[in-house]
C-alpha cells in the first residue's frame, strides 16, 4: 500500500518526520505542487487528486496546510479511493496566517465527515490551530483524536525531527485500514454466497 506524503505551506525541508519517512519508509511518494510558497486551494486539490487517482487506497499523510488540504479533497472528491488519512497539527486557514497569500482560499474548513479511517493528531501549542478547535474539527470528520500535549507545531522547529511516535499512529492507521479491508471482502464474499 502506496503512503502518499502531503507536506504543508513551504513543503517539508529535508530534516522534518515527513521528508525523512519519504525516506526511511517503502512505498512512499511526496505529493508535488507547482508552487509551494503561495497555495492555491483548486490547484493543490488538483494535483492530490491526480496522486490519489493513480494510488488507489494510498493512505495520506498531511501536515499543516497540507492537513488542511487532504480535508478539502474528501469533502470535494468523496469518489475517491483513499485508503486512510494521518492529519498531523492542520493548519486553520481562517487564523492570522491567512494574510499569507493563497491560505484564506483553504478556508474555511469541511465539516463534512470521511468516509475512510483517520487521525487528527494536536498540540496543546500549536500556533496555527488551537487544540479544542482541531478536537472539533476531527469530531465533525469522525476522525481519531490525539493530544500531542506540548508540541509545537509538530515540525522541525519544535523538536520533532523523525517522530517515532507519529510512526507508531501510521502504524495504528494502516492496521484500522486492513481491519476494515478485511470486513468489506468478508462482507462481499457472504453476499455473493447468498445469491
Same mark, same amino acid.
Do not use: K
Given at each position: ?13 529535508? /530534516? ?6 519519504? =525516506? ?20 493543490? @486539490?488538483? #494535483? ?7 494510488? *488507489? ?10 492537513? =488542511?488540504?487532504?480535508?478539502?479533497? /474528501? ?28 491560505? /484564506?482560499?483553504?478556508? *474555511?474548513? *469541511? ?13 496543546? =501549542? ?11 474539527? #476531527?469530531?465533525?470528520?469522525? #476522525? ?9 507545531? @509538530? ?26 479491508? #478485511?470486513?468489506?471482502?468478508?462482507? /462481499? ?7
Amino acid at each position: 500500500m502506496t503512503v502518499l506524503i502531503v507536506p504543508g505551506l513551504y513543503n517539508s525541508e529535508p /530534516a522534518h518526520w515527513q521528508s525523512r519517512w519519504e =525516506t526511511e519508509l517503502d512505498h512512499v511518494e511526496r505529493v508535488q505542487q507547482r508552487d509551494w510558497d503561495a497555495p492555491d486551494l483548486d490547484e493543490w @486539490i488538483a #494535483a492530490l487528486r491526480s496522486h490519489v487517482a493513480r494510488r *488507489p487506497g494510498a493512505i495520506l499523510v498531511g501536515h499543516s496546510l497540507g492537513a =488542511t488540504l487532504i480535508a478539502h479533497l /474528501a469533502a470535494r472528491h468523496p469518489e475517491l479511493a483513499i485508503g486512510g488519512a494521518l492529519l498531523v497539527a492542520p493548519a486553520d486557514p481562517e487564523l492570522r496566517i491567512s494574510r499569507i497569500r493563497g491560505i /484564506a482560499s483553504f478556508g *474555511p474548513l *469541511p465539516d463534512e465527515p470521511f468516509s475512510f479511517p483517520a487521525i487528527v493528531v494536536a498540540s496543546r =501549542t500549536d500556533p496555527y490551530m488551537a487544540q479544542d478547535r482541531a478536537h472539533v474539527i #476531527a469530531n465533525m470528520w469522525e #476522525a481519531a483524536f490525539v493530544d500531542a500535549g506540548d508540541a509545537g507545531h @509538530i515540525n522541525v522547529a519544535s523538536g520533532h525531527g523523525g517522530w517515532p511516535e507519529g510512526l507508531r499512529l501510521l502504524d495504528q492507521l494502516l492496521v484500522r485500514r486492513r481491519a476494515l479491508q #478485511a470486513t468489506s471482502d468478508l462482507n /462481499a464474499t457472504l453476499a455473493s454466497r447468498s445469491h
